[in-house]
């Protein structure tokens, strides 16, 4: 079986769960940590994922555990209307991801949860993205922009 299918399946099981119970939040916030720090052991399993890693186990399925939290995550925010944004930049900016997060709410119109993370190949600039939309506003993709361009004008004297 496919393993989208396979995560798809469960993830939908788990945010149903998630949503009788009532823990969404809290399982939704421990997931992120999880998938976040993986070496990081926590304290103690919020009810609700411990029976549902205890599934996991039983079905043989724990291998799949990071393809379906990051499914679950995915479908939890969409169902609490909830857009993520991801942002690469080269060094910590927190004035520009607060000033993407007020912009992008006022586009879309919903809450804007921004992912940030630090890539110093990037060498300046940023990347942002949004489902299926890519920014991308680095000083590294401009470069190779510029080199693509001396390639093509080179090729064509020759």
Do not use: W
Not at 8 to 14: D, K
Not at 71 to 95: D, H, N, Q
């Amino acid at each position: 079986m496919n393993t989208g299918i396979i995560s798809s399946r469960y993830a939908t099981a788990l945010l149903r769960y998630t949503q009788e119970t009532g823990g969404g939040e809290r399982v939704c916030a421990q997931v992120q940590r999880l998938l976040e720090h993986p070496e990081e052991k926590p304290a103690r399993l919020e009810p609700e994922l411990e029976r549902f890693v205890r599934l996991l186990v039983k079905n043989g399925r724990l291998e799949d555990v990071r393809f379906i939290f990051r499914s679950f995550l995915t479908m939890y925010y969409r169902s609490r209307g909830i857009l993520v944004a991801r942002l690469t930049t080269v060094v910590p900016a927190r004035e520009l991801e607060d000033k993407l997060r007020t912009m992008l709410e006022k586009k879309f119109g919903s809450k804007v949860l921004v992912e940030s993370r630090v890539d110093p190949d990037l060498v300046g600039g940023f990347t942002l993205e949004v489902g299926d939309y890519l920014l991308d506003a680095s000083v590294r993709r401009q470069i190779e922009t510029i080199r693509r361009q001396f390639v093509i004008q080179n090729n064509r004297i020759v």
